[in-house]
């Protein structure tokens, strides 16, 4: 549907109450990469907050291939809203709006130009990492968007969350890595961070690339030791950083070495992709 055509009804308790999630991902040639990561995380997220999305994986397999054709988008960035349609205060009338449970929404955005290196802003109480739905991607991301917008203001790119305990958990839409000693470390999930795939892809795939990554707890006298800083996302890939705060943060070679097996993951991903293509087996296109 054009997105002229939508409309806003007031029983649609997921877009009035932010009940719902989101998911970015990267289109490269046409091709939604690592789908398969990002619907098993959307489907485990709607199970925690009750969202129903039977029939809708292959709905949205369909809906952005014919919308990455139709943006003539091949190389961009496409976002899946999946958003609840009931519960709540606001109950439609008994057979009044015909809401159907969960509503899909799909658009594709041009890709955004990073800046080589950035700059984070410390931000305590950033995630609490206790919370029972800690870890999720829902549509209720205002708290992150506000402590975005007043980072940009005062010069920085993101705001690196510390939970409640003080340990390092994430950006606000970015995974971070620190070396140390020729390792990799990322927060644990148990501090607060989301599971982002490119953060889960360097994970798997770091032991082909060479790389030795490892989960571990991490808190700002870490960073302040770290060899280096970079932080991963589906948009940016890998950016390394360049300050937080006040202080600068080294710069080295494990940030490179990354991104490249980033990108021979993203290109071994469309390789396996057209390999099924050109079988005819079913695969996802966009």
Not at 32 to 50: C, G, K, N, S
Not at 76 to 91: E, K, P, T
Request: charged share 20%.
């Amino acid at each position: 549907m054009e997105s002229a055509g939508l409309r806003l009804s007031p029983w649609q308790a997921g877009l009035l109450a932010g009940w719902g999630l989101f998911s970015t991902l990267r289109i490269y040639q046409g091709v939604a990469f690592a789908w398969e990561d990002h619907w098993a995380r959307l489907a485990a997220d709607a199970a925690l907050l009750h969202l129903d999305v039977a029939g809708l994986r292959a709905e949205a397999e369909r809906g952005l291939a014919a919308l990455v054709e139709a943006n003539a988008a091949p190389e961009a960035v496409a976002r899946i809203y999946l958003i609840r349609n009931h519960g709540g205060l606001l109950a439609p009338p008994a057979g009044g709006a015909g809401l159907r449970p969960t509503d899909l929404l799909l658009v594709t955005l041009p890709l955004r130009a990073w800046r080589p290196r950035a700059a984070l802003r410390l931000q305590p109480h950033g995630r609490h990492a206790a919370a029972p739905l800690a870890g999720t991607k829902t549509l209720t991301w205002s708290h992150n968007l506000v402590l975005v917008e007043e980072a940009n203001a005062a010069g920085f790119d993101d705001v690196l969350l510390l939970n409640e305990r003080g340990e390092v958990a994430e950006c606000t839409s970015a995974n971070v890595f620190a070396a140390r000693a020729g390792r990799l470390l990322t927060p644990p999930l148990a501090s607060g961070a989301l599971p982002g795939v490119s953060r889960k892809v360097l994970l798997e795939s770091g032991p082909r690339h060479g790389l030795r990554i490892e989960e571990a707890v991490l808190r700002p006298d870490d960073l302040r030791a770290a060899e280096e800083i970079f932080i991963t996302s589906t948009t940016r890939e890998v950016q390394p950083v360049e300050r937080i705060d006040a202080w600068s943060v080294p710069q080295g070679p494990l940030a490179a070495a990354a991104a490249a097996a980033l990108r021979a993951e993203v290109a071994r991903y469309l390789a396996a992709h057209a390999a099924r293509a050109g079988s005819g087996a079913a695969h996802v296109h966009a």
